[in-house]
């Protein structure tokens, strides 16, 4: 099959090495423009264009596929390569209906949740912190609306306990991979069947925002957990900033008159909670350091007895 990829990210290179190595002829990969980086704002290439250069894959970096001289362009090459199939994972761009519908095949996309859940630009980040035990990876035909195309194939994992988004991200993106594979697979033999999405028990993963790794303490221990696995969360200590980016949730026996947010075991940085439960801060930043293993941190700083956070 004649395949044209259309990704960007990190999580859509497994993808495009997939196919790369596999029988199936990889055309073009479109991806978005370099962007600059750094002190000297050094132009540095998508993840997804720094694993085409190394199959010699063409490339292409329009600024848009759906108005200007960039989206006749685009237009015209994709008229040109002929694909029997175009696959989007992460692109970061919506396609305009005329290259929905050019390949044989249409296009396909690998979306990070199981659909209709978690629609949009963030179902990684949303599944860990809604607590969700389970999630996956979908296949679905593109259409118009956003994730709304009928679903192909679905692979699904369970979310462990304490297990990050970021973690999370690098297993969905290698089961991505192998859906990918399966799902071309099934079009090419004509095995899969399309299922339309049931609108009614979709949801949508919004963009997050940095306001909302604020840790307030006045919150039950499980949900500041889940802000911490998955979107990192901060909190003040002594008036100077401290990023949290791994912890777990453990049984006080004593914190019903302790004030929340109020460090009640300085050896193993475990701080009380809305919900009369504590919150152990196993991996931390604090301002104008490196990150670190919390033991780390305390072997150089003790905290005074009944120190709140927050302040």
Not at 16 to 34: I, K, M, N, W, Y
Not at 191 to 206: F, L
Not at 229 to 239: A, D
Not at 252 to 263: C, D, F, M, P
């Amino acid at each position: 099959m004649r395949i044209v990829f259309m990704g960007t990210p990190d999580f859509a290179v497994p993808c495009l090495r997939a196919l790369a190595e596999s029988e199936h002829e990889l055309a073009a990969v479109f991806t978005q423009p370099d962007k600059p980086k750094g002190r000297g704002y050094k132009m540095i290439p998508t993840p997804v264009k720094a694993a085409a250069i190394e199959y010699n894959i063409p490339v292409y970096q329009p600024l848009s596929l759906r108005k200007g001289e960039d989206a006749d362009m685009s237009m015209q090459v994709l008229r040109d390569i002929a694909p029997d199939l175009i696959v989007v994972v992460a692109y970061g761009q919506l396609l305009p209906k005329e290259i929905l519908f050019l390949p044989k095949y249409n296009c396909i996309n690998i979306h990070a949740s199981l659909l209709p859940s978690y629609r949009g630009a963030a179902p990684i980040q949303w599944s860990v912190l809604n607590g969700e035990k389970v999630t996956g990876v979908t296949s679905m035909l593109m259409a118009e609306g956003l994730d709304t195309g009928d679903m192909l194939l679905k692979s699904t994992t369970e979310i462990g306990e304490n297990e990050t988004a970021s973690s999370l991200h690098d297993r969905l993106s290698v089961m991505g991979a192998k859906l990918l594979l399966d799902t071309v697979k099934g079009l090419e033999e004509g095995t899969v069947t399309p299922e339309p999405q049931n609108d009614s028990h979709s949801s949508y993963a919004s963009k997050i925002t940095k306001e909302m790794s604020e840790l307030n303490f006045d919150k039950p221990a499980a949900e500041l957990h889940n802000i911490i696995r998955s979107i990192t969360g901060f909190t003040l200590i002594e008036g100077r900033r401290l990023k949290v980016y791994a912890s777990c949730v453990t049984k006080l026996s004593y914190a019903e008159q302790i004030e929340n947010g109020t460090v009640v075991d300085t050896d193993k940085f475990i701080v009380k909670c809305g919900d009369s439960r504590g919150l152990q801060f196993c991996e931390i930043q604090p301002e104008g350091k490196k990150r670190m293993k919390t033991e780390d941190y305390l072997r150089g700083k003790k905290l005074e007895a009944a120190t709140v956070l927050g302040k």
